[in-house]
Nanobody, 127 residues
């Protein structure tokens, strides 16, 4: 089983930045789609950024393009989400997720494709 541990959440003001980290306890780290998802109160969990660990190919939803950057440190088996220019709408619990993928291809944003999840880290943006 894959174990994921997120950290880095917190409270910031509008326009601020945070960096989330997700450490993956997995043997074949380079064959996964890793994704960052978020869930605000009363809303569905949505994907915001994904990365294929083998190649580093990264994907973003439109609402975070230009503001969020997903990256990784393969040696540390860690995926990051750098979040800049945060706004109130970014307030949510952020989750890291993993899906085994033997080959490099588009890493989807649909939550039901991912079968490994972390516990989440809260991000709160205030005005």
């Amino acid at each position: 089983a894959v174990q994921l541990a997120e950290s880095g959440g917190g409270s910031v003001q509008v326009g601020g930045s945070l960096r989330l980290s997700c450490v993956a306890s997995v043997f074949t780290y380079s064959r996964y789609c890793m994704g960052w998802f978020r869930q605000a109160p009363g809303k569905e969990r949505e994907g915001v950024a994904t990365i294929y660990t083998g190649s580093g190919s990264a994907y973003y939803v439109d609402s975070v393009k230009g503001r969020f950057t997903i990256s990784q440190d393969k040696a540390k088996k860690t995926v990051y989400l750098q979040m800049n220019s945060l706004n109130v709408e970014d307030t949510a619990m952020y989750y890291c997720a993993a899906e085994f993928r033997a080959y490099d291809s588009f890493c989807q944003f649909e939550r039901n494709r991912y079968d490994n999840w972390g516990q989440g880290t809260q991000v709160t943006v205030s005005s």
